[in-house]
């Protein structure tokens, strides 16, 4: 499946009217009422998470920004469901087993093909409840005020996102933006705050994905 396809396959855009909540077909995302499409996001109990090894702090209070990162894992060219939930697991058990931390790191996750994974336990219904986040780590010194995004593949040396990477990493930063109450304008790169080359050219485009971000939010 190439990208744009599963793009198709993750995403129902409403018109300009509006959103609308409507049946969905299995495997596509469903819109909410509310100012940004809600995008399907396999839980950590679909992708067949491990537990963590110790407890996950709640934060009691909204997060002010997002984080994008890069996880530096191989450029792949298989845009499957099942290939995402394989790049979950990498990042599991490379943040569990060689940084020993209790969990994944970062909240989400966006594979080369646009399939959406929840990272750390318990982002996905805090998420949906706009209040409450789980403590990350996945930047130094911003894990008590922001999310956490990491996108699959490695952008640090010349190559660039798919068109469904893209289009679903604007689409949950507005939907996660929407919940929260983030302003648009406050959606930073890992290299923003430490001495790090993340996300890559994820961050040259930081202008636009603000901007897009800000239109999805509004259409």
Same mark, same amino acid.
């Given at each position: 499946?190439?990208?744009?396809?599963?793009?198709?396959?993750?995403? #129902?855009?409403?018109?300009?009217?509006?959103l609308?909540?409507?049946?969905?077909?299995?495997?596509?995302?469903h819109?909410?009422?509310?100012?940004a499409?809600?995008?399907?996001?396999?839980?950590?109990?679909?992708?067949?998470?491990?537990?963590p090894?110790?407890?996950?702090?709640?934060?009691?209070?909204?997060?002010?920004k997002?984080?994008?990162?890069?996880?530096?894992?191989?450029?792949?060219?298989?845009?499957?469901?099942?290939?995402a939930?394989?790049?979950?697991h990498?990042?599991?058990?490379?943040?569990?087993?060689?940084?020993?931390?209790?969990?994944?790191?970062y909240?989400?996750?966006?594979?080369?093909?646009?399939?959406?994974?929840?990272?750390?336990?318990?982002?996905?219904?805090?998420?949906?409840?706009?209040?409450?986040?789980?403590?990350?780590t996945?930047?130094?010194?911003?894990?008590d005020?922001?999310?956490?995004?990491?996108?699959?593949?490695?952008?640090?040396?010349?190559?660039?996102?798919t068109?469904?990477?893209?289009?679903?990493?604007?689409?949950?930063?507005a939907?996660?933006?929407s919940?929260?109450?983030?302003?648009?304008?406050?959606?930073?790169?890992?290299?923003?705050y430490?001495?790090?080359?993340?996300?890559?050219?994820y961050?040259?485009? #930081?202008?636009?994905?603000r901007?897009?971000?800000?239109?999805?939010?509004?259409?």
């Amino acid at each position: 499946m190439n990208p744009e396809n599963a793009l198709r396959r993750r995403l #129902l855009l409403s018109g300009a009217a509006g959103l609308i909540a409507a049946t969905a077909l299995p495997g596509t995302a469903h819109a909410r009422t509310t100012d940004a499409v809600e995008p399907d996001i396999d839980s950590t109990a679909l992708w067949g998470a491990r537990p963590p090894q110790g407890t996950i702090r709640t934060l009691r209070y909204r997060p002010s920004k997002i984080i994008v990162h890069h996880t530096v894992s191989a450029n792949t060219t298989d845009f499957s469901r099942a290939q995402a939930h394989r790049h979950a697991h990498w990042v599991q058990d490379l943040h569990m087993d060689k940084n020993g931390w209790a969990d994944t790191g970062y909240h989400f996750l966006v594979s080369r093909g646009g399939w959406i994974t929840e990272g750390r336990h318990g982002s996905l219904p805090a998420l949906a409840g706009g209040t409450t986040f789980p403590l990350g780590t996945h930047t130094s010194g911003q894990n008590d005020y922001s999310i956490g995004i990491a996108n699959e593949g490695a952008y640090h040396d010349g190559a660039v996102p798919t068109t469904a990477q893209w289009e679903v990493l604007v689409t949950l930063c507005a939907y996660t933006c929407s919940r929260y109450g983030i302003p648009s304008t406050q959606i930073y790169g890992h290299k923003d705050y430490g001495d790090t080359l993340c996300p890559g050219v994820y961050h040259d485009m #930081l202008p636009r994905l603000r901007q897009e971000v800000e239109a999805a939010r509004t259409a």
